[in-house]
């Protein structure tokens, strides 16, 4: 993962040098939510938001840059840090209730993505100046995260990928694929004030720790208090009457494995617009250019 990061770094590094005014670069700023095997209501686990727990939105903050391929096309290159947590107490599924489990996951995400352009307008409010624009995006890409999902447990938030919850190694580095939509204001050509909706799919039931069943032996655990708490809520007698307590035994079902984990963020964002030539333009044609006619304007249409 180190090695990819560092690759995509160099090249991007190297075009910025040869074609600085086809780039931009910015941070952003904003929330986070995810859909596991936490949340929901009364119901089992839906797709895509219907189990997301707005209770539970987290913070997201991030760094980009990004490059224009195409009058149609951009490539980007972000880096997020991000945060998502659930709690089985906010579920109204007895259940869930009944599992009591909870977690949260300070994630690093690396991506790279293709933003496809369906609608521009490069002289908002008909200046005819081009300074001011509007460009709304599609986009999809490539992306990989590090997980490091915790417990809270007496007020302390413990690592639970080494304590093999569920009797299984799980790896902390991931891959997904993001995608979603956009949209970005172009103010006095240089500056972008953006906004974007972004769906990571990944390949993993883990960033919450919970994906299959209760270990058969709870010595497999490397803490069973956190493998299975529903004896935190009470004796079992408070839950046999609903067939509750049995259900959250040692082989018993704990997570569903039938579904990946997933997670979304909404940003704000901000970036500069690199406008200067290369320095290879300036010393091939830049003689050329600065010897202009006196009392004459040049004027050039925005390329945003």
Not at 7 to 16: H, N
Not at 145 to 173: C, M, Q
Not at 236 to 256: C, I, N, Q, T, V
């Amino acid at each position: 993962m180190k090695n990819i990061f560092i690759i995509i770094l160099i090249l991007f590094t190297t075009t910025v040098s040869k074609a600085q005014w086809l780039w931009d670069y910015g941070f952003s700023l904003g929330v986070s939510n995810y859909l596991g095997d936490i949340g929901g209501k009364e119901k089992t686990r839906r797709d895509f938001v219907a189990d997301m727990k707005m209770a539970k939105t987290r913070w997201n903050l991030g760094g980009f840059a990004r490059y224009k391929v195409h009058q149609k096309v951009s490539v980007k290159l972000a880096l997020d840090y991000l945060r998502i947590e659930g709690d089985d107490k906010l579920s109204s599924n007895p259940a869930r209730n009944a599992r009591n489990l909870n977690f949260r996951n300070d994630m690093f995400d690396l991506a790279v993505t293709g933003q496809v352009f369906f609608y521009e307008d490069n002289d908002l409010g008909n200046t005819y100046r081009y300074k001011n624009g509007f460009r709304a995006y599609f986009f999809a890409g490539v992306g990989g995260f590090y997980s490091n999902p915790k417990a809270n447990k007496d007020g302390e938030w413990v690592k639970l990928r080494p304590l093999h919850t569920e009797g299984k190694n799980y790896s902390a580095i991931g891959i997904n694929i993001p995608a979603g939509i956009g949209f970005y204001f172009t103010v006095h050509k240089k500056h972008r004030i953006g906004y974007e909706l972004n769906y990571r799919t990944t390949f993993t039931d883990y960033l919450d720790d919970i994906s299959d069943v209760y270990p058969e032996d709870p010595s497999l655990s490397g803490d069973p208090s956190l493998s299975r708490r529903i004896d935190e809520l009470g004796d079992a007698s408070d839950f046999e009457d609903k067939g509750l307590y049995y259900s959250h035994d040692w082989g018993e079902k704990r997570g569903d494995v039938s579904h990946k984990d997933g997670y979304m963020t909404m940003s704000l964002s901000y970036s500069y617009v690199l406008r200067g030539k290369s320095s290879f333009y300036r010393g091939r044609y830049g003689h050329f250019f600065n010897h202009r006619r006196r009392g004459k304007v040049r004027k050039i249409r925005a390329k945003f």
